[in-house]
């Protein structure tokens, strides 16, 4: 046996320790201490991960998100399940989403806003990855459970975007990617941002606040909760006034991914044609509503600002929407391509990795180990490589591989984020969606 593959089996060993100690029976706290709660993409991905292990526990973890969604469809961003002795702030009584009639019954408790839709991916992983021998069972689940996914997507197709743009808009910096820069100017605009008095929790569990958004951006996110709570987390009021929308072409992108990925479980899961139509429609409007935000001078993909109408050019990672969402557009994919091993990105002669950072190292904004202001985060290169892989680019997706094994081994840990220049991991050092897909990626060419 290889050192190498010795050094991979290890790996797996490692990664999936982490994701039955982070295992809560029936859900995955998303890391020990930082997130003790279940998060909704974190869940997806988590899933994934669970697909190596057990196809049966997988579902369970999607089971049991879904057993929270709204009746509106919405799957919430975070459902509170652990207990008072891991304290995780702001919580439900802040969130206080019992003002809906849309959110579920007691006693599940939840927030009142989203995140990316991953979870079609992560069921379409499932299904890959089943044994023969447990296909009945598993088949019989999701065709219980795919509905529930139409629905959660219909809630974005229309909801989320009134406008049938293709573009899903976004309420909260929550919705994601916290602090990335993208939302620094929709926040700066924002006036008499008092909350009320608060006290933050996460920086007790990491020292390092460097590592974290500031004061200022906690003011702003809690407030906007405070508005968003004020409409009864209605969409239609929010539409009316509230000031934070934007069109996150990160968030549509990963929506068309998943639209797609039902659209190919499909027949596994009995799916009629009325849901085949519609997600047909939603991936299709959704790569059109990308191309129209694609620039061809920069070769970028902008956000675009609801309130001001104003698009957001940026150099972050969301700015490749049209590669995760699979353009069918070969002149934009080419561009993209090119763009995306320039010196802005994965070919910035300081990375330590070729990997995709969450801001580009060029961008002003760029700070190498803030949260979403410029470190890897392992997830939206399991993404990416996904999308790669899957529009044969084998290159490029292996290489994508490759690097992130070889960051996450090389640091010993399965961290939240890397500083790019130097792979130091960073944030919560047991992550479970980094160890899923960590269990995914190894498990891609295991003769490597
Ligand atoms: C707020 C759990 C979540 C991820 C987010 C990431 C971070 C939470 C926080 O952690 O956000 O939702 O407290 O900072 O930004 O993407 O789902 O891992």
Known sequence: MSVTTRTRLALRDRAAAVLRANDAGTWTKASPHLYPHQWS??????????????????????????????????????????????????????????????????????????????HALALQRIWQLTPPSRRPEIRARIRVLYPRLVGWHRYLATQRDPEQSGLVTVYHPWEGTDNSPRWDQALARIKAPDPGPYTRVDNRQLTDLSQRPTDWDYDRYLYLVRLLRECRYDDAEIHRGYPFQIKDVFFSAVLVAANAALLDLAEVAGADDGHRRDLA????????????????????????????????????????????????????????????????????????????????????AFEPRNYWRGPVWPVIDWLLWRALGQSGDSGRAARIRRDSLDQIAAAGEFAEYFEPFTGQPLGSPQQSWTAAVTLDWLAADPAD
């Open 41 to 118: 993409w974190d869940s997806a991905f988590n899933a994934i991960g669970w697909a190596h292990l057990d196809a049966g526990r997988a579902l369970t973890e999607l089971e049991g998100l879904f057993a929270a969604q709204w009746a509106t469809g919405m799957v919430p961003h975070i459902v509170f399940r652990a207990g008072p002795d891991e304290p995780y702030f702001p919580g439900p009584d802040w969130w206080d989403c019992e003002i809906s009639p849309a959110a579920p019954a007691g006693p599940l408790r939840t927030t009142g806003i989203c995140q990316p839709p991953v």
């Open 281 to 364: 429609r939603w991936r299709d409007r959704g790569r059109a509503g990308l191309a129209r935000r694609f620039d061809a001078a920069s070769s970028l993909c902008s956000d675009y600002d609801v309130r001001t109408r104003e698009p957001i050019r940026l150099r972050t990672f969301a700015a490749f929407a049209p590669l995760f969402a699979r353009t069918a557009d070969p002149g934009q994919r080419a561009a993209q391509l090119r763009r995306l091993d320039d010196e802005d990105f994965c070919g910035h002669p300081r990375l330590r990795w070729h990997l995709l950072p969450s801001t580009s190292p060029a961008e002003p």
